[in-house]
């Protein structure tokens, strides 16, 4: 009844293509009617909850498709292809959008590790990934309509959104993305504060042993865990991360050599030969061909 509920809200406030504010910082409802390919984005943390359509994501060549049954958590910022090339204006896509607060993630996280009773992180083993999918649950469910509901009137969101939002966050971590969402922002983040360091540092040259000494690791124990948590090594991850922040540039109509320097490339044609060995077109042709992406992040 919930997932309806929240399915119906964004009927009443979605008529037309795109996204909008609710008034909670960091939640959108958006609706899709038109196909697009997958395309390079960069998926910031997120959830992305869908109540009607479904959308994709590549990473490292793996697709994944996610719909109503599932949403996507999205712990750490991830270099992806994002898509929806199933929408259409008799099925379109509808779903909601919530940007997760590093800090109130945190302290979730940290009060979740500490409490009595609570699931403890991992201690050994595989890292779970960074990019996960998670079944609704019906604290999920009710704890996002909790939040929809008081999006409504300007005077709710203000004063109970955040606390709302609060119940979302806790939702999240006690469901099935719960151990990548706790290992991102709890205790043992080491993966994701490097990711963190790395993403704010695209135009620099950072090496791997200074990412490793970052969060206080040898270099060996680094890369495995880093692989772990993204699929990728540390070299990929930065590479992935270059290319698909340019080509969202490029395709926002930005020069490309700018944007070849903004990702911390010196020398345009070396960005030009990796840019087509990925993505199979020049970035000059990228540019003319690829503005309709934007509406598939």
């Given amino acids: 009844m919930s997932k309806q509920r929240i399915k119906q809200l964004i009927d009443e406030r979605l008529s037309n293509d795109g996204t909008v504010e609710t008034g909670v910082k960091g939640v959108q409802l958006f609706r899709v009617s038109e196909p697009t390919r997958c395309a390079p984005a960069v998926y910031e943390p997120t959830v992305v909850a869908i109540v009607n359509g479904a959308k994709e994501a590549i990473l490292d060549g793996k697709k994944y498709v996610y719909d109503g049954s599932q949403y996507m958590c ?98 999240i971590l006690k469901g099935d993305a719960g151990d990548s969402a706790r290992r991102a922002f709890g205790v043992g983040n080491e993966i994701a504060r490097a990711i963190e360091y790395v993403s704010s540092r695209l135009d620099e040259s950072v090496t791997i042993d200074a990412l490793a000494a970052q969060v206080g690791m040898s270099r060996a124990v680094f890369h495995r865990k880093f692989k772990q948590a993204t699929t990728l090594s540390p070299i990929q991850f930065v590479k992935a991360m270059r290319l698909n922040t340019a080509a969202m540039k490029i395709a926002q109509g930005m020069n490309v050599n700018e944007a070849a320097m903004r990702v911390g490339y010196v020398s345009s044609s070396q960005f030009s030969r990796e840019f087509k060995r990925t993505y199979g077109q020049s970035p000059r042709q990228w540019s003319y061909s690829k503005q309709e992406f934007m509406g598939a992040q």
Avoid at 76 to 85: D, L
Avoid at 107 to 124: C, D, F, Q, W, Y
């Fill in 74 to 171: 999205c712990a750490m910022s991830m270099p992806v292809e994002a898509g929806t090339p199933t929408a259409s204006p008799d099925n379109p896509l509808l779903g909601v959008y919530i940007s997760l607060d590093t800090r109130v993630m945190t302290e979730l996280a940290i009060e979740m590790e500490s409490a009595a009773g609570a699931i403890r992180k991992p201690r050994g083993g595989a890292l779970p990934e960074g990019l996960t999918f998670a079944n609704w649950d019906d604290t999920f469910s009710d704890a996002l309509l909790r939040l929809l509901l008081v999006t409504g009137n300007p005077v709710d969101a203000a004063v109970l959104g955040n606390s709302r939002l609060r119940e979302v966050y806790y939702a």
